[in-house]
């Protein structure tokens, strides 16, 4: 949790401070696009957690399209 609190804080715009990132965090939970590894439905960060359902069909690593003329 505080690796994710970090990470949104580091590299997201728009965070004055941990807290809000703490609280966009949350919302991420909240909305499934990460769950917890035991499904708690509250954010914590001394918890660990997973991409969420909502990531899991979609492929993380696509490949280039070729377009031909």
């Keep these: 949790g505080s690796d994710v ?8 715009e728009g965070f004055p401070d ?3 990132a703490r609280k966009y965090a949350g919302n991420l939970l909240k909305a499934g ?3 917890h590894t ?3 439905v509250t954010f914590s960060e001394q918890c660990y957690y997973v991409f969420g359902d909502l990531c899991a069909g979609e492929d993380r ?3 280039p ?3 031909q003329q």
Excluded: G, Y
Aim: proline letters at 4%; a positive charge.
């Design 33 to 35: 696009f990460i769950r």
């Design 38 to 40: 035991i499904n708690k």
């Design 5 to 12: 609190v970090d990470w949104l804080h580091r590299n997201v």
């Design 61 to 63: 690593n696509p490949s």
């Design 65 to 67: 399209q070729v377009t």
């Design 18 to 20: 941990r807290r809000e």
